[in-house]
């Protein structure tokens, strides 16, 4: 079993201007003991991405599809929960300029 496994991943944020894709049907899938990088241009989605798997996206923010970490979906998780993997089994460095 995949330790992160990621289908149809999409991030729509409700704008002034109405909905917009954030990111549109990511799929990868991360082995235990292996590393993802995620590449591509300024905006492209790289950090809504992460900040879904994080379960730390804006309140504007719907997310459809799949994320499972260790067997478990996290999308819908309720944050009592996303708070008991953050940290513990899941996390993210930012990066700083």
Do not use: W, Y
């Not at 990511?26 to 809504?48: H, P, Y």
């Amino acid at each position: 079993m995949p330790l992160l496994e990621v289908r149809d991943l999409s991030v729509e944020l409700q704008t002034h201007r109405g909905p917009a894709f954030a990111v549109r049907n990511v799929n990868f899938t991360l082995e235990r003991g292996a590393s993802l990088g995620l590449i591509g241009e300024s905006g492209c989605g790289k950090s809504m991405t992460a900040m879904a798997l994080m379960g730390l996206l804006p309140e504007n923010a719907r997310v459809t599809g799949s994320i499972r970490f260790d067997g478990k979906e996290l999308v819908g998780l309720p944050e009592r929960d996303l708070c008991a993997l953050r940290g513990n089994r899941i996390g993210m460095i930012f990066r700083s300029r």
